[in-house]
């Protein structure tokens, strides 16, 4: 009983489960975050209980902000709090997330379609 209890107080995900999800939801992510976020994820015991989805958010957003953006400058230095600072940065943040959500590399042709040297 105790068991179950714990069970419903906090997640935790395999790596993965973790980096199954890493590839389907974040294609644009560079194979170092991929396993840094992997790990990072995997590792945590997530209390109270969160969805995967929500892990990898949490993880991504705050690497995002503090390791891509002047978000600590401006708290530190401009004494901003942390909602102004959040707000600053907002826009780099969301579309760098953004990109890591799309797959930059084209797809693959289809066998049936012709290449326009008639190659195909």
């Known amino acids: 009983m105790a068991r179950s209890r714990r069970a419903k107080k906090a997640a935790q995900f395999t790596l993965e489960r973790v980096l199954s999800h890493l590839d389907n939801k974040h294609p644009g992510l560079p194979p170092e975050l991929r396993q840094r976020f992997g790990s990072e994820i995997a590792d945590r015991l997530w209390s109270p209980p969160v969805s995967l989805g929500q892990a990898v958010g949490i993880v991504m957003s705050t690497y995002v902000r503090h390791e891509q953006t002047d978000y600590d400058t401006l708290m530190r230095k401009h004494k901003l709090t ?39």
């Not at 909602?83 to 826009?91: L, S």
């Not at 760098?96 to 290449?115: G, H, Q, R, T, Y």
């Open 82 to 120: 942390r909602d102004e600072a959040r707000q600053v940065v907002k826009a780099e943040h969301d579309e760098l997330l953004k990109a890591w959500s799309k797959c930059e590399i084209a797809p693959p042709v289809s066998p049936d379609v012709k290449s326009p040297e008639g190659l195909g």
